[in-house]
Every structure is written in structure tokens, then in C-alpha cells.
């Protein structure tokens, strides 16, 4: 079998993949993650909490990982272990996507098991959700459903989309502050991002504003680093 001996001596990936992604200097794990699946429109009303200890796949010896819809770090995603190994041996940065419902132990307990595995040298990408600003998906929804039954919301007066950003500026930045923690001295290796959109700034602003959490604005607070702006762009591109 091709590259069994590789795999007999602790590789894991495929020579050819690891040419196609050499020249890349970061590694966004989104798919791999399993978000994507959970941000399907028949998910709108999920409220399952991601529980570190729940993960069932956590070891390269379970050799096939697919994404199980509704289920992600906790089901069927790739180990955080793989997506570690992955980055270390490109030398690139990993882009880590949690959950917006993983409670505090799962977020704690993510950072310090990359902080122990990460190489040194290398920056932990740390992003809460995809397109949070997007009603349409799930994480949006998500966002807004639970701010209608927070205190943010009564002072948002009607205000959805200004009480989600509050209440994503809040969860990102309370996520921020325990990778940062965790990662001690190395925690300037741990760069917080906030999802946006190129097209409307006001949805980083907002978040960043938080103007709704009365207790703990502004959101600029908290070690966030980054902004990813969702461009969007190369879908007309041609193929050659």
C-alpha cells in the first residue's frame, strides 16, 4: 500500500497533500471543525452545548473523520489533535473555529491542549462561529434567539441586529480572555478574532462596540487582534 510505511512511523497525511498546502503560511480548520455542517439552515434552533469531554474522536487511529451534521468538536470532527499536527508540520499557523455554544470548559480546555501541542513559533488563530452577522445561518439566528433572553436584550429595545453583535462581541471576548490565560507568558501567540463582513463594516463595529453589554463594553477590551472580513472574492476565476 502506498505510504504505509509513512503511516507505520506516525505520519498522518499524504505526501501530495502536503505539497499542495506548502506554500500556504495559514490554515483556517472551519470544514474539519464540523461549523459548516452546524450552520446548515435546518439547524436554526439547535442548542446542543459543546462539551470538551464529549469528544468521541480524539486519536489519529481513528482513520476516517467525517462531519457529522448538527455535531461538531463533540461528534465527528477532525481531532484538534490532526489539525495540530497538520500546522506543525506545514510550519504555518493554525486557524481554529469553535462552536458559539461550546461552554467554558471546552474553550479552556482547547487552548491548552493546542498551547501543549502547537510548535513554538507558530500562532493559534482563535475564531468563535462563521458569518455571526448572517441572519440567514444558523450562528446568526443562534446569536439573536439567545440575546432575546439576555439582559442585553432588554436594553437593545428591539434592536436585533445591534443585540447580536453584542452578545457575539461578548462571547468572543470572554473566549479570548481563557485562550489567554491558558497560554501563559505565550499568550501574545494567541491572536482572537472577530467574524465580519467586507461589505458592512458596521458589523465589525458593532461587535467591537458592544454597545448592549452594559457590563462589560467596549468589546475592544479583551485581546481581540484580528477581523476576518469575509471577502468573498475568485468565484468567476477560471479554472486555468
Known sequence: MPYESLFQAGGYFN???????????????????????????GNWYTTTQVIFSDRTRTTPSQTFWGVTQGAPINGNSVPIEVQVALCNQLKADCW????????SDNITSFATLVHQTLNTGLHAYMEIGDEPWNGSLWGGMYGR???????????????????????????????????????????ARVIC????????????????????????????????????????????????
Not at 463594516?201 to 487582534?225: D, E, F, H, Q, R
Open 96 to 103: 481554529f473555529n469553535i462552536s458559539d455554544l461550546a461552554i
Open 145 to 187: 434567539l439567545v440575546a432575546a433572553g439576555h439582559a442585553l436584550w432588554s436594553a437593545s429595545a428591539g434592536d436585533d441586529a445591534g443585540a447580536n453583535e453584542s452578545y457575539y462581541g461578548m462571547i468572543v471576548g470572554n473566549a479570548c480572555q481563557n485562550w489567554k490565560a491558558a497560554w501563559g507568558a505565550d499568550s
Open 15 to 41: 505526501p501530495a497533500f502536503i505539497s499542495k498546502l506548502s506554500n500556504f503560511r495559514a490554515i483556517r480548520f472551519i470544514n474539519w471543525a464540523g461549523l459548516l455542517a452546524l450552520n446548515n439552515v
Open 193 to 240: 478574532i472577530i467574524n465580519a463582513q467586507a461589505a458592512a463594516t458596521s458589523t465589525a463595529s458593532g461587535v467591537l462596540n458592544c454597545t448592549y453589554w452594559t457590563a462589560g463594553k467596549p468589546c475592544t477590551g479583551y485581546g481581540i487582534g484580528a477581523i476576518a472580513i469575509a471577502p468573498y472574492f475568485g468565484y468567476d476565476v477560471p479554472v486555468s
